[in-house]
């Protein structure tokens, strides 16, 4: 089983920043990919960034693009999401996720609330 804890949440105004963090724990496990998604209220769970571990490739949605960056602290076995221009249409549950295997993702965290206000 493979633990993934999410932090850095909160409430910010729109313009604003925020950085999600995203450590992994638990049995031995090799990682081949890092992600992070949200659910925003009434709508359904989108992917919004990746980060494959060993090349360090990353992969954003459209609309994050330029505004955020996702990264990795190896030793650490974290991802962090940095989020800058915060919009309101940013608004949603951050949820974390992490894929042991060649595809897909198949752990995730709670997630973690992020709130821009207008």
């Known amino acids: 089983q493979v633990r993934l804890v999410e932090s850095g949440g909160g409430l910010v105004q729109a313009g604003g920043s925020l950085r999600l963090s995203c450590a992994a724990s638990?049995?031995?496990?090799?990682?081949?990919?890092m992600a992070w998604f949200r659910q925003a209220p009434g709508k359904e769970r989108a992917f919004v960034a990746q980060?494959?571990?060993?090349?360090?490739?990353?992969y954003y949605e459209d609309s994050v693009k330029g505004r955020c960056t996702i990264s990795r602290d190896d030793a650490k076995n974290t991802v962090y999401l940095q989020m800058n221009s915060l919009k309101p249409e940013d608004t949603a549950v951050y949820y974390c996720a992490i894929g042991t295997r060649k595809s897909g993702f198949d752990y995730w965290g709670q997630g973690t609330q992020v709130t821009v206000s207008s």
């Open positions: 980060i494959n571990w060993n090349s360090g490739i990353t």
């Open positions: 638990g049995r031995t496990f090799s990682t081949y990919r």
